[in-house]
């Protein structure tokens, strides 16, 4: 009986936590979504959500995230592979590991220097003869840094189920008759599935609702439901087209997470 | 056409400076037999495995196959396939799609499949458990499926990794005898890698003894325990009473202050030789019979016998296995037959030491 109390009081920092600053907010989220802008409620911000204005954002959103994360990956993927394989792979992983310590914003501002007019990046270009370029502000330059910025978050779990893989699988391929493209196909990839899966999660869900790079690097040429929410909230102080927004955001979140969702498998 | 399936011809395997893992070893495997490669860990017995395998690359000298030189094919081009010591099995597939894996890749049609797999499961008695995963099997029945994913691509050779050090004792030796079946059945060649000399003795038609990356001896289970060639396979392989000795002449050897009669012949006069006696070959018997006098000093219940050991006045220890029990502190005769003595030469290659006794052999023959 004592027992259960006590630990019950263990969990009570923890429940506080969730119903404060996790429950709470997205009640709150939930409430502001039925009022319009002069405070009446109204379902109308649901409606305006499905008008093509919004779809346009939704669907740019996703398109910008489903690219953020797929270069991601396709970068993330042999790096964790090549990782594995070196001496000293904690070492690199580290070093790879260290960029997502410095804050977003700085490193946006270092991208600014980087890309700007009369950057580095320009002064190579002009260097090797291709000239100066529109780079910042330019999808590119908005892919590129949001990748920059995620791909740690993808190699980590991708590294972590290469790690865990029994070598001898491999071996055990190859003695089969499994040429090396193959034994990767059939052997490395479904083992690795799941790394893959979690490093998709945690790059394209946050890469769905990015705002600040958006402004600071695309320059507002990339609008996103992120922005907008950012918009509503800050600008046209329409908070309730906001949390409709944001809803629908922890909607398709929720989505995503169910389908990606690992089924754990014994190994 | 001959019966020879692999050869090793002078091959070093050795990584960078470290001493060589395998020192210019040659040997031949012959078509459809049991071989058993037996040593310390870290005898070259799993390189040898691999470089059949084509995991790993000889240093230098040869291997053939059939005749062929096979140093450059890769693993997935050879006609061998392996049961690794983990087994290996694939976790994401079922038992089914394991033993599949290597006739999906020879793209075989897939009602062929089906037959073969069932075919291979039943001949490791696993009928009805082709849609388990591999995660819901036991240790044993992990064993097995390794096995009939190695048998069902018909291969010529296949190497077993020490593929039951993982079972306990029970299943080990059940599994000894059904290895041993299987391979009798199959007629393939296995080749079975193991530390445990038990194991090599019951299963083997052939087998090698390694240390320190060279082969010490090779022969039937009962020529090796017999006949060891020195005293690393008389100690590695069952238990060994070993004394050193001096050959007086033909068929008298000196050993602990006593000349006995003995088998051996063809050594140098008052050659230094090394004395073997097996524990079992000694009877404990009175003072006045015994050939040896000893004072029992320890005595252990093995089960099947008793293990007492006893040293004589020199200090030497002597091993005994005996049904009967002895008093700890006891002054005991030994007694032996001389054909329970094997002399041993110091440094003696196995070409020699065959050659010594094959001479036996025919001089034991002439005499009758």
Known sequence: ????????????????????????????????????????????????????????????????????????????????????????????????????????LLKAYAFLGIFGTKGIANSFLEAIGVGSKQILFTDF???????????????????????????????????????????????IFPLTINGVKSG??????????????????????????????????????????????AVFLIIIMFLIMSVTGNRKRGV | MTNEIIQFRNVTKQYDDDPAVLDNVSFEIERGKFYTLLGPSGCGKTTILRLIAGFTEASEGDIYFNGKKINDVPANKRQVNTVFQDYALFPHLNVFE????????????????????KEALSFVNLEGYETREIRDMSGGQRQRVAIARAIVNEPEVILLDEPLSALDL?????????????????????????????????????????NKGKIQQSGTPIDIYDEPINRFVADFIGESNIVEGSMIK?????????????????????????????????????????????????????????????????????????????????????????????VMRFGESEADFDRRLEAYTHGVVHEQ
Not at chain 2, 275 to 283: A, C, H, K, T
Request: proline residues 4%; hydrophobic residues 50%; contains cysteine.
């Open chain 1, 1 to 104: 009986m004592n027992n259960k109390i006590t630990q019950n009081l263990y969990l009570l920092p923890y429940a506080l936590w969730i119903v404060l600053f996790v429950i709470a907010p997205l009640l709150l989220v939930l409430y502001y979504s039925f009022f319009d802008i002069e405070g009446h409620f109204s379902l109308m911000n649901y409606m305006n959500f499905f008008t093509p204005v919004y779809m346009k954002m939704a669907f740019s959103s996703f398109w910008y995230a489903f690219l953020i994360t797929f270069i991601s990956l396709i970068f993330a993927y042999p790096t964790a592979y090549l990782l594995t394989k070196t001496r000293h792979k904690q070492l690199w992983l580290l070093l790879i590991i260290v960029p997502s310590w410095i804050n977003l």
């Open chain 1, 141 to 187: 330059s908005f892919i590129f840094v949001s990748v920059y910025i995620f791909i740690p978050f993808m190699i980590l779990p991708i590294f972590n189920s290469l790690n865990e893989m029994n070598p001898s699988l491999l071996d055990a391929a190859n003695d089969l008759g499994a040429s090396k493209w193959t034994t990767f196909r059939r052997v």
């Open chain 1, 200 to 245: 998709c999660q945690v790059v394209f869900i946050p890469a769905l609702s990015l705002f600040m790079l958006t402004r600071l690097i695309a320059g507002n040429r990339v609008i996103t439901l992120g922005t907008a929410i950012e918009q509503h909230f800050l600008v046209t102080r329409d908070w309730g087209m906001g949390s409709t927004i």
């Open chain 2, 98 to 117: 394991n033993v599949a894996f290597g006739l999906r890749i020879k793209k075989m049609k897939n009602t062929e499949i089906q037959i073969k797999v």
């Open chain 2, 170 to 210: 029970k299943l080990r030796t059940e599994m000894q005898y059904e290895l041993r079946e299987l391979q009798r059945r199959l007629g393939i060649t296995f080749i079975f890698v193991t530390h445990d000399q038990e194991e090599a003795l019951a299963m083997s038609d052939e087998i090698f003894v390694l």
């Open chain 2, 250 to 342: 033909d068929y008298l050897v000196e050993f602990v202050g006593g000349q006995f009669e003995c088998v051996d012949r063809g050594l140098n006069p008052d050659e230094p030789v090394e004395v073997v006696i097996r524990p079992e070959d000694l009877e404990i018997t009175t003072l006045e019979r015994g050939k040896l006098k000893v004072r029992v000093d320890s005595q252990l219940f093995r089960g099947v016998h008793y293990e007492i050991s006893c040293y004589d006045i020199y200090g030497n220890e002597w091993l005994v296995h005996s049904t009967k029990r002895a008093a700890v502190g006891d002054e005991i005769g030994l007694y032996f037959d001389p054909e329970a003595i094997h």
